[in-house]
T-cell receptor, first 114, second 112 residues
Framework: DSGVTQTPKHLITATGQRVTLRCSPRSGDLSVYWYQQSLDQGLQFLIQYYNGEERAKGNILERFSAQQFPDLHSELNLSSLELGDSALYFC?????????????FGEGSRLTVL | DAKTTQPNSMESNEEEPVHLPCNHSTISGTDYIHWYRQLPSQGPEYVIHGLTSNVNNRMASLAIAEDRKSSTLILHRATLRDAAVYYCILRGLTGANSKLTFGKGITLSVRP
């Protein structure tokens, strides 16, 4: 158990819809990272938040957005969903904003878009 | 970005040592070598990392070539639970090179 909690574990929705994925980092960790894992693209970094502020951006689509709240949990919002958005979405956390330390990953949220 | 090259897959027998190779010929002097693994239906999990010297921890050992252009992750006694995708990743100290960028990894199968 990494200490990172993601909900929901599974989500099935239709094209065009909007979903929110939630992540609670390990106690005391200030950084949250979101990754997408699909069969054809592998694990892709989407975005990082540190203590409520966006810190780094990766291959995140404009239809996707994220935020980190004062209690440090984070939400990833996916809108106008397409079939290709079906993937595993992982959240990770680390104590600091730097990328130099170990990242602790949650078990992921599996999104299926029909 | 400095890249790593790993075989697609490897098989091993339970309770035998496993050596997972990784080539990184374009590694820079400040790049750390990180290994993560991803068990089936789970998120990635940190295994070990090193810079120049060989490293040991409770999960594995990391052997780094003297020229740092290759490294080997060593699992001393493979168990069925070690069947996973293992990712060898180079991480710099700052900027884009410090991000944890996953490649395809090597899929390790462990035979009973």
């Amino acid at each position: 158990d990494s200490g990172v909690t993601q909900t929901p574990k599974h989500l099935i929705t239709a094209t065009g819809q909007r979903v929110t994925l939630r992540c609670s980092p390990r106690s005391g960790d200030l950084s949250v990272y979101w990754y997408q894992q699909s069969l054809d693209q592998g694990l892709q970094f989407l975005i990082q938040y540190y203590n409520g502020e966006e810190r780094a951006k990766g291959n995140i689509l404009e239809r996707f957005s994220a935020q980190q709240f004062p209690d440090l949990h984070s939400e990833l919002n996916l809108s106008s969903l397409e079939l290709g958005d079906s993937a595993l979405y992982f959240c990770a956390s680390s104590p600091t904003g730097a990328w130099t330390g170990e990242l602790f990953f949650g078990e992921g949220s599996r999104l299926t878009v029909l | 970005d400095a890249k790593t090259t790993q075989p697609n897959s490897m098989e091993s027998n339970e309770e035998e040592p496993v050596h997972l190779p990784c080539n990184h010929s374009t590694i820079s002097g400040t790049d750390y070598i990180h290994w993560y693994r991803q068990l089936p239906s789970q998120g990635p999990e940190y295994v070990i990392h090193g810079l120049t010297s060989n490293v040991n921890n409770r999960m594995a050992s990391l052997a780094i070539a003297e020229d740092r252009k290759s490294s080997t992750l060593i699992l001393h006694r493979a168990t069925l639970r070690d069947a996973a995708v293992y990712y060898c990743i180079l991480r710099g100290l700052t900027g884009a090179n410090s991000k944890l960028t996953f490649g395809k990894g090597i899929t390790l199968s462990v035979r009973p």
